[in-house]
């Protein structure tokens, strides 16, 4: 079947869908929604689609089109359910259980007929947006995959709504007004739910240090404490700040502005680590407490990172909001990964995690940075080290483990390993053309060894997703796991004790060291990594060079003016 997609943005769920639909045979186009129904409407005359389904949608298709074709829209809330800000309220009010919808598009927002709907636990530590990428993708798949196949056997009618359950479904969209967090009166508890209701976007509009600050992510903390309300610590670049029966950690700020304003500010417009946003502004008396990178189960706290270890596994556990590495993150990551090679493993797994693997490197802070391409050039040179590491392990095996998404050279640092074990559901963009980079992260050597040449040069060049099963059959990955997002650390776990405990083990690790030692007698990694940073040295420091433009849209996320044409050739023919 031909399906055009038609969304908002090319978010993580409608990558997710195109390529879950891609996978099982169908043809699929991709038109952006962006408030030009003209446009809308050219895009369904040139793909003349048998269906046409929105993953995620913010403003209405014209009704010219939803009347002459089946228009199926997916809505994160369970039947009868209706608004924009449906997750938001839901983990607000501490949903344990939701459940998402696909229905058809009629005049009323979120009232068509009903098409499909699966259900979703909601886990009790996720935040709004690891949620939207983890549990509701796979609920929206396997919704809009089971639309899909009723609406092609012809005989299915979908189900109405009814009135009344309309009515009482409605949700308002959520207004800062009601995210105010009352640091005097509310609980750990109460404030988690607000943080993680909001927590990549819009955030919670709060004072701190006398200037109005969005927060964005929350977490707890067991054991440090404070008069409500006051910053007490730092880690890693987060902020620590009391509640009245505790503390809760807050990893990323972004100023609060008048709107119509921002021009000339001395803060950044766009998120950035608590503890940069905040500069200056944050007193010297506030205490830097690190957190060691063996921690306790028992611990409930924030960190970026943790090792741990069951018999021949040493398993090095990291997060970073948004899956983006700055030049410290990346050297900090490095520092535990040396100190996990001094352990008696036989087994190394980086990652295990759910969401984010890796984005590669921190656009954001680079664009904050006084001098952007040197924070580029340090920041690529970090992440650099970290791969080069990977790659020269030759005393154990390694594994990749991705929970989840993964892109540009947060794919790349997965390759470096010697297995690569997705989530089905993990997405992967193994590319970098979009930013106007040529790409380092030794890629040249780690993408065409495993894919070939030529399809090397395909993924890098059609700046596509690929699923997790496709990762499989192109030789990226080689496994994927049946596992829910709250369950992949302990499905990574037991798989890894197996290859511990494998008979062939120590022969593997053999090979591996003599693979290492050959190509380095062809080609030493030095000369790939000098080939690809003489190109990278020209996106970040030549002024011609489109990064730095492409780059601060990026940050600043200026809304697209039309589909991008790699988007829009999906799908038509030659």
């Given at each position: 079947m031909h399906i055009l997609l038609v969304a908002s943005a090319f978010?993580?769920?409608?990558?997710?869908?195109?390529?879950?639909?891609?996978?099982?045979?169908?043809?699929?186009?991709?038109?952006?929604?962006?408030?030009?129904?003209?446009?809308?409407?050219?895009?369904?005359?040139?793909?003349?689609?048998?269906?046409?389904?929105?993953?995620?949608?913010?403003?209405?298709?014209?009704?010219?089109?939803?009347?002459?074709?089946?228009?199926?829209?997916?809505?994160?809330?369970?039947?009868?359910?209706?608004?924009?800000?449906?997750?938001?309220?839901?983990?607000?009010?501490?949903?344990?259980?939701?459940?998402?919808?696909?229905?058809?598009?009629?005049?009323?927002?979120?009232?068509?007929?009903?098409?499909?709907?699966?259900?979703?636990?909601?886990?009790?530590?996720?935040?709004?947006?690891?949620?939207?990428?983890?549990?509701?993708?796979d609920a929206a798949v396997d919704a809009v995959l089971l639309a899909v196949e009723r609406f092609a056997s012809g005989k299915y009618k979908p189900q109405p709504q009814a009135a009344t359950d309309l009515a009482a479904g409605w949700r308002p969209f959520m207004k800062q007004a009601q995210r105010r967090i009352d640091w005097a009166a509310d609980t750990t508890e109460a404030v988690l739910r607000q943080l993680r209701a909001a927590d990549s976007q819009p955030g919670v509009r709060d004072e701190l240090l006398g200037m109005p600050w969005y927060l964005h992510g929350g977490h707890p903390e067991d054991e440090l404490r404070g008069p409500p309300g006051e910053l007490i610590a730092t880690r890693a670049g987060a902020i620590c700040r009391t509640t009245v029966d505790g503390a809760v950690w807050i990893p990323q700020l972004s100023p609060w502005r008048e709107p119509g304003t921002g021009a000339g500010s001395l803060w950044p417009s766009y998120k950035l680590p608590a503890v940069q946003a905040l500069g200056d502004l944050l007193r010297a008396s506030v205490p830097e407490v690190p957190a060691p990178l063996q921690l306790p189960d028992t611990r409930r706290t924030w960190t970026e990172m943790r090792y741990s270890e069951h018999g021949a596994v040493g398993t090095l556990n990291f997060s970073f909001p948004g899956g983006a590495m700055s030049t410290v993150q990346c050297r900090r990551l490095l520092k535990a990964y040396r100190f996990a090679l001094t352990r008696p493993t036989a087994v190394l797994v980086l990652g295990g995690l759910r969401d984010f693997f890796s984005n590669g490197i921190h656009l954001n802070v680079i664009e904050a940075a006084d001098d952007p391409a040197e924070e580029s050039w340090a920041n690529i040179h970090a992440m650099n080290d970290l791969v080069e590491a990977v790659l020269t392990t030759t005393d154990r095996l390694t594994v990749a483990a991705l929970g989840g998404n993964a892109a540009a050279g947060g794919v790349m640092l997965a390759l470096a390993a010697d297995e690569v074990w997705c989530r089905d559901g993990a997405v992967l963009n193994p590319h970098y053309a979009l930013m106007g980079l040529h790409g380092s992260e030794y890629w040249t050597f780690t993408l065409p060894r495993r894919v070939g040449a030529a399809e090397a040069q395909r993924l890098t060049q059609a700046a596509l997703p690929v699923s997790a099963r496709r990762a499989v059959q192109l030789g990226m990955a080689q496994r994927v796991l049946q596992a829910a997002p709250q369950e992949f650390g302990d499905e990574v776990a037991r798989l890894a004790a197996e290859l511990a405990a494998a008979p062939d083990l120590a022969e593997r690790i053999a090979r591996k060291q003599a693979a290492r030692e050959q190509d380095e007698a062809v080609k030493p990694l030095q000369r790939y990594r000098d080939e690809e940073l003489s190109h990278m040295r020209r996106n970040f420091f030549d002024a011609r060079e489109p990064h730095a433009g492409l780059r601060s849209a990026f940050v600043r996320k200026e809304k697209a003016q039309h589909t991008p044409p790699h988007l829009a050739r999906l799908g038509l023919a030659d």
């Open positions: 978010n993580s769920l409608t990558q997710r869908v195109l390529v879950e639909l891609h996978d099982r045979g169908h043809t699929a186009g991709v038109t952006l929604a962006l408030g030009n129904d003209d446009a809308l409407r050219e895009a369904v005359r040139r793909h003349d689609p048998q269906l046409l389904v929105a993953p995620m949608l913010t403003t209405a298709i014209p009704e010219d089109v939803w009347r002459a074709r089946t228009c199926l829209i997916v809505h994160p809330g369970p039947p009868g359910d209706r608004g924009a800000s449906s997750l938001d309220w839901a983990l607000q009010a501490g949903a344990q259980s939701w459940g998402v919808t696909v229905l058809e598009a009629v005049a009323g927002m979120d009232a068509g007929d009903v098409w499909a709907w699966s259900p979703l636990k909601v886990p009790p530590l996720a935040g709004k947006s690891d949620l939207y990428r983890g549990e509701v993708a």
